[in-house]
């Protein structure tokens, strides 16, 4: 480990104790790199997001080999802390995901999102152990930021969210998480529920409906992630103007809104390796 890995892992860490951590999603060195320069105080990846710009479908279908590439181009590019959305770790195997944790590490990230999915919580259990013990060879105090899928998937029915939610983050936290990530919860009484419920720092993910930042902040969340928002939203503006384009050669969108290439090539430039 670095010492500006160590550093920003301490940085990191402090972030989800000072108030609602705003985190932008990135999926690839480029869009981190901008989303650094426009402020950011970390950088985090979408596990989507990453995935589609392989080529491949979300849902741990990303071959690790191309993750690692990945979050050594942002790391090498940004100087605030990454974390990397690892969706299920890539596979059902609990020691195999602490490689592939070890080997995100390796590449500069000092944070981690897990999930459960539709999985059990007993499985995801065994992936923290096995994730912890391998930060703690490699000398990283990684922020484990769990995420359970209880609202998104509606494992439980309406009545019963909130306690399965609680239920699942206490069994997390004591196997090692630092975080709970709750993705699909909008309803401002139920996420002061598991705010208040739990002693690990609660994320919330943009989606419609959610209360302001402010009102999130005062119900006890302390990180508010974009998601997939930002890349499907960038996605959908390509797509529209590429339609255009094909259909009539259309140009005047083209320009509006665009980022001038000198300000661009001179962002990436900033970070060329010596």
Request: hydrophobic share 45%; charged share 20%; aromatic share 4%.
């Amino acid at each position: 480990m670095t010492s500006t890995q160590s550093t920003n892992a301490q940085v990191f860490r402090r972030l989800h104790t000072e108030g609602l951590l705003i985190l932008p999603n990135a999926w690839d060195a480029g869009s981190a790199r901008l989303t650094e320069s426009l402020g950011a105080k970390a950088i985090a990846t979408t596990s989507a997001g990453v995935a589609w710009a392989h080529g491949y479908a979300d849902g741990n279908h990303l071959p690790v080999k191309l993750l690692a590439t990945t979050v050594a181009e942002i790391a090498r590019i940004i100087q605030v802390p990454l974390t990397v959305d690892m969706e299920g770790g890539y596979s059902d195997d609990p020691a195999a995901v602490g490689e592939t944790v070890a080997t995100v590490l390796r590449e500069g990230a000092v944070g981690i999102n897990l999930e459960d999915g539709t999985g059990t919580p007993d499985l995801l259990c065994a992936k923290l152990e096995h994730v912890k013990r391998a930060a703690a060879r490699l000398g990283v105090d990684v922020f484990v930021n769990t995420r359970t899928d209880v609202y998104l998937h509606a494992l439980a029915p309406r009545e019963r969210r909130v306690e399965e939610t609680l239920a699942r983050a206490e069994r997390y936290r004591s196997a090692g998480a630092d975080g709970l990530f709750v993705p699909g919860m909008t309803d401002a009484a139920d996420i002061r529920a598991v705010a208040s419920g739990t002693k690990l720092p609660l994320n919330i993910m943009a989606r419609p409906g959610l209360p302001s930042p402010s009102e999130l902040q005062a119900l006890g969340v302390r990180r508010l992630s974009a998601g997939i928002n930002i890349a499907t939203a960038v996605l959908g503006r390509a797509a529209a103007l590429t339609t255009a384009f094909l259909r009539d050669g259309a140009t005047p969108g083209l320009f509006e809104g665009a980022l001038p290439y000198p300000e661009l090539n001179a962002l990436m430039s900033a970070r060329l390796p010596k």
